[in-house]
Nanobody
Framework: QVQLVESGGGLVQPGGSLRLSCAAS????????IGWFRQAPGKEREFVAA????????YYVDSVKGRFTISRDRAKNTMYLQMSSLKPEDTAVYYC???????????????????WGQGTQVTVSS
């Protein structure tokens, strides 16, 4: 079992920056991939970014490439999503999730993630 807790959400103006954190506890996450998803009201949950814990390999949805950076602090079991050049379209509840590294699991599919945090609200507005 893995517990995930997001933090760092808030209100920011367009063009601003925000850093989200996801702290993990419980079972070691060294063999997991940690992802960020977001969901706006009335819309489906969508993949944002992910990082493979052991290798550091990263993945991003096209809409955030060049603006968002995912990273992890292995000593603290914490993953970060640094967001810059934020747009109103980025407004959503952001969730972190953990995925076991099993052959056939899909990096960008929420259905293939096993553990989820409670979410943190990000609002981009002037």
């Amino acid at each position: 079992q893995v517990q995930l807790v997001e933090s760092g959400g808030g209100l920011v103006q367009p063009g601003g920056s925000l850093r989200l954190s996801c702290a993990a506890s419980g079972r070691t996450i060294s063999s997991y991939r940690i992802g960020w998803f977001r969901q706006a009201p009335g819309k489906e949950r969508e993949f944002v970014a992910a990082i493979t814990w052991s290798s550091g390999n990263t993945y991003y949805v096209d809409s955030v490439k060049g603006r968002f950076t995912i990273s992890r602090d292995r000593a603290k079991n914490t993953m970060y999503l640094q967001m810059s050049s934020l747009k109103p379209e980025d407004t959503a509840v952001y969730y972190c999730a953990a995925q076991s590294l099993v052959i056939g699991t899909r990096t960008t599919s929420s259905w293939d993630y096993d553990y989820w945090g409670q979410g943190t609200q990000v609002t981009v507005s002037s």
